[in-house]
């Protein structure tokens, strides 16, 4: 697992073991790169069930302002930490050690990009995308990427929240969202 560009090219990134952590192939990470390439730059992500935090050390390497990583398992968000130092980019981070939804729950900031990428195997995908409309996180006219199997249904999001596109690599597909204020 690597970075693929940006400051951080090339650099290899930590690893969890065992099978909890399923990371995002460099094919699916650089279609996702591409779909957000001219809406990146200076913008503040929410990496949201991180894992390795590889995607949004991705965001920060190729020019995003900021990034916030929500992990709850403990070796996970500390390994995200050292990741970040790996890579120079821990100055514009930083980590939540804790559950995903009680982060939406509290936040008080809002995202230009949310990353969602929860273990396919638990099922969180229309939980969390309900609750990132329902406490309104995401900046106006904001995009949220959303990795799922590719038999996994999304759901429809209320206005001002809208589905955009949807890509398939494989047994895997990229959703986004837009949040489109006056639409």
């Known amino acids: 697992m690597r970075v693929i560009t940006g400051s951080a090219r090339g650099r290899k990134l930590k690893e969890l073991t065992g099978m909890d952590t399923r990371p995002t192939t460099d094919r699916v990470k650089e279609a996702i790169f591409s779909i957000i390439q001219f809406d990146l730059e200076g913008r503040r992500v929410l990496d949201l069930f991180a894992g390795?935090?590889?995607?949004?050390i991705e965001a920060l390497s190729r020019g995003a302002a900021s990034a916030v990583f929500v992990e709850h398992r403990?070796?996970?968000?500390?390994?995200?930490?050292?990741?970040?130092?790996?890579?120079g980019l821990a100055g514009s981070a930083r980590v939540v050690d804790g559950d995903a939804f009680?982060?939406?729950?509290s936040a008080r900031e809002t995202f230009d990009i949310i990353l969602l990428d929860?273990?396919?195997?638990?099922?969180?995908?229309?939980?969390?995308?309900d609750a990132i409309?329902?406490?309104d996180i995401l900046s106006?006219?904001?995009i949220i990427i959303?990795?799922?199997?590719v038999q996994q249904e999304l759901p429809a999001l209320s206005p001002p929240y809208f589905p955009h596109r949807?890509?398939?690599?494989?047994?895997?597909?990229v959703t986004t969202y837009h949040k489109e204020v006056g639409a």
């Open 166 to 173: 949807v890509y398939r690599y494989g047994q895997v597909k």
């Open 52 to 56: 390795t935090g590889q995607l949004g």
């Open 140 to 142: 106006d006219h904001g």
């Open 102 to 105: 009680a982060f939406l729950s």
């Open 74 to 87: 403990r070796e996970a968000a500390n390994l995200i930490r050292d990741n970040l130092a790996l890579t």
């Open 118 to 129: 929860p273990p396919f195997a638990a099922g969180l995908w229309e939980n969390a995308l």
């Open 133 to 135: 409309s329902r406490f």
């Open 146 to 149: 959303c990795e799922s199997p």
